[in-house]
């Protein structure tokens, strides 16, 4: 089973500045993506990537960027964060068509 | 675009009670169908998935049959025990980017 893991677990930021959450891979999976999860939405995809070098858009990018600097590494950005991005993000890497998923972050925007 | 319905908020049962989550979605084609479980501090695990009309899919106890016709794959247990509590997420995708497009999620609690 791939192993997705997440940095940090936990995370406060104040409205307006910058956040970087992590997601690391070591199962060399090409595809790897970002959601976020939330009461009433489950789970919505952000960002994705089809290796390194690669982003795409997914179903709600605004105010969030990505960056895959290497197969095994997949960041998401918050360039200016907003009190409406707490949420809880998750990473997930893909083997075929079935996602293997991250521990998930917390983010918290004052 | 696809969508997927599922069994809106929780689900509360008794041990040994049987289960269902229903699972509706529209999508063109044959998209695969997939089962996820998420338990509480962690990030949803694949249970299963099926990506055939008529075709079973199954784990830990857990099944569902893909079927066309009613654009369905319902979620079942014959028994459920306090361990199984947790949120059930339905998912549809496959295809060249392998993304998936999910339900919002159905909570299980069941009490002994």
């Known amino acids: 089973e791939a192993a997705v893991t997440q940095s940090p677990r936990n995370k406060v930021a104040v409205t307006g500045g910058k956040v970087t959450l992590s997601c690391n891979q070591t199962?060399?999976?090409?595809?790897m993506y970002w959601y976020r999860q939330d009461t009433g939405h489950g789970l919505r995809l952000i960002h994705y990537s089809y290796g390194a070098g690669s982003t795409e858009k997914g179903d709600i990018p605004d105010g969030y960027k990505a960056s895959r600097p290497s197969q095994e590494n997949f960041s998401l950005i918050l360039e200016l964060a907003t009190p409406s991005q707490t949420s809880v993000y998750f990473c997930a890497s893909v083997w075929e068509d079935t996602q293997y998923f991250g521990p998930g972050t917390r983010l918290l925007v004052l | 675009g696809d969508s997927v319905t599922q069994t809106e908020g929780q689900v509360a049962l008794s041990e040994e009670d049987f289960l269902t989550i229903h699972c509706n979605y529209s999508?063109?084609?044959?998209?695969?169908l997939f089962w996820y479980v998420q338990y509480p501090g962690e990030g949803p695990q694949f249970l299963f998935r099926?990506?055939?009309?008529?075709e079973k899919g199954s784990s830990r106890g857990f099944e569902a049959t893909y079927n066309k016709e009613t654009t369905s794959f319902h979620l079942q247990k014959a028994s459920v025990q306090e361990s199984d509590s947790a949120v059930y997420y339905c998912?549809?995708?496959?295809?060249?980017?392998?993304?998936?497009?999910f339900g919002k999620g159905t909570k299980l609690s069941v009490k002994s």
């Open positions: 199962n060399n999976h090409n595809n």
């Open positions: 999508a063109s084609g044959y998209p695969a």
């Open positions: 998912a549809l995708g496959g295809g060249s980017n392998a993304k998936l497009t």
């Open positions: 099926a990506s055939r009309d008529k």
